[in-house]
C-alpha cells in the first residue's frame, strides 16, 4: 500500500453481553479442557460400551521401560501403537529432569502436578459457570435476534458456500459490506459449536454421573452406555479444542488486533474493499 | 495414589526470538498456568472451588428425587472380574486376626444417635431379609465395572437400631489402615459418610457377597457397603462399624471421609 489508507469506516458489531459471555467462554473452556485432560490422566484409557474392558480399550495411553530404568511414552489407537515419548505417556514435569510416567504432560494440565481431586474441583466449578453462561447466551441470542440476524446463514449465502470455502482455502477475508457479516463457513462453525458439539459434551459429561443416571432408567444407553459417554466427551471437547484452534488462527490471520479490540471494546473497523466492481 | 500435596512447578518463560505477539501469547500462558497453581495451593480459592458440589448436589436431588434407583443390569452384563482398587488386604493386625478366624468373631456395630444401639454377626446377617441387585460401579478414576450384589438393605438394620430424630448422616467405619505402615499410630483407617436420603435408599445394601461368592477380601470382606447413585470411594469396604451422628466436622479431617479429608468431594454423586 503506497497510498495513504482512508479512514476505516467502523461498525459497532458485537453488544455488550456478547463481549461478556465471550470471555467468560475463553476462561471456562480453557480452565474445562486443561482439568479435564488432569482427570484424563487419573485412568488414561477409553471405551466403548456400559463398563470398561480393561484388557482392549480403543484408546490408551501409558509408558514403557526402557531397560535402563528411563521410561517411554506410547499411545495405543484401535491395536496401532505409537511413540508419544516427551509428551504422550511419558514426559519431563516442567521441562526438567528425567521422563515421568504421565498421560498428558504437566503444561496441559490443571494443576501441572498429578491431582485428580483438584483437577475434578477446578472441572466442575467452572462446568457450572460454563453452562450458566451458555443457558444465558442462548437465551440473549434468541431473544435479541442476534441468533437469526447474525448467526443464521441466509439462503444465498448457503448457495455460495463454495466461494466461501475457496476464500477460505486462499486465506481471503471479506473486506467492505460483505466483512459487516460473519460468511457463511463461520455462521456453520459457530452453530455446530452451539447447538451440536456443546450439547454433546455437556449431555454426555452428565451421563457420567452415577447420579443423573437415575433421572430415568436407562437413558445413557441412548449413548451407548457410560463408558461410551465417557469417550464421548473427551471426543466432543477434542472437537471443541479444534473448533477453538482454527478459531485463534482465523483471528490472528484476518487482522488480529482489530479482531481482538472487537471483541473488548465492541468497534470493528471494516477493511476497505478492494474489490473491483463489476 | 492421589495425594492433596502440591507442589508448584513454575514453567520457565519461554525464550525470545518469537514474534512479540507470540510471545505475549506465550507469556499470557504462562502467567495463567502458574497462577491456577499457585490458586491450587490456596485453600480458600480451593474451598470456593468444591462450594460447587453444593450446587450439583441440590440440582441432582431436584431432578432426580429421593428414591430414584440407579440402573440395574442383567446377568449378561456382569463383568468376568470385579476390578478391586484402595486397599486390597488391609495389614492392619485386628482385621488380619478376623480373617484367620474367617470373620467368625467379627461383628458390626451400630451406634452413635440411636435408640437401642447393637451388633450383628456375618450369620445374623445372613439370616435377614436380603436384596441382589447387578449394577455399575463408577471409579472416580473414570472407569466402570458391573457386579452382581447380595446384601442386607441399610434401611432394615436402622429400622431395629431406630436412629433419634438429629441423626443426619450415616458413618462407615472401616478395618484397613490407608496411610502407609510407617505411619501407624496414626488413624488412617478408612471411613466414610452419606446422609439420611442415601443411607435409607432401596439400593444401599451391605453386601457380603459378590457374583454369588462370599465377598472376596480384595472387595471388602466380610461387608461392604453399596452406594448405588455415588461414585465407588463412597462404597466402604472392610465395614466394622456403622455411627449415627449429627454432623461430621468433629470426626478426623472433618470432611466426612478418607478421600474427602484428602481434597476429593463429600458429595460425589458426579
Sequence with gaps: MTSPAPTPKRIYRHRLPVRVMHWINVICLTILLMSGLQIFNAHPALYWGKDSSFDKPWVSIGALNTGNGGVTGITTI??????????????????????????????????????????????FFFAWLFVLNGIAYVAYAVASGHLTRDLLPTRSELRNIGRSIKDHLLFRHETGEAAKRYNVLQNLAYLAVIFGLLPLVIVAGMAMSPRLDAVFTGWIELLGGRQSARTLHFLAAAGLLLFLLVHVFEVLISGAWNQIRSMVTGWYALPADKKVKS | ?????????????????????????????????????????????????????????????????????AQEFSQADVAAHFKANGTLVPRDADYQALLKGEFKEWKLQIDGLVETPAAFTLADLRAMPSRTQITRHDCVEGWSTIGKWKGVQLSHLLDQVKPLPNAKFVVFRCADSMDGPSLDGHDSKYYESVDMDDAYHLQTVLAYELNDKPLPVNNGAPLRARIERQLGYKHAKYLMRIELVERFDQIRGGQGGYWEDNGYEWYAGI
Design chain 1, 78 to 123: 484401535a491395536g496401532h501403537r505409537f511413540s508419544t515419548d516427551g509428551v504422550l505417556g511419558a514426559s519431563k514435569i516442567g521441562g526438567e529432569g528425567a521422563n515421568v510416567v504421565r498421560a498428558f504432560p504437566s503444561w496441559a494440565t490443571i494443576p501441572s502436578t498429578q491431582s485428580l481431586a483438584l483437577g475434578r474441583n477446578w472441572h
Design chain 2, 1 to 69: 495414589m492421589i495425594r492433596k500435596t502440591i507442589s508448584s512447578g513454575r514453567p520457565k518463560t519461554a525464550p525470545s526470538r518469537r514474534t512479540a505477539l507470540r510471545a505475549a501469547l506465550a507469556g499470557v500462558g504462562t502467567v495463567s498456568l502458574a497462577g491456577c497453581d499457585r490458586l491450587s495451593n490456596n485453600a480458600a480459592f480451593v474451598d470456593v472451588l468444591k462450594s460447587a458440589q453444593h450446587l450439583s448436589h441440590g440440582a441432582h436431588k431436584l431432578v432426580t428425587g429421593r428414591k430414584a434407583m
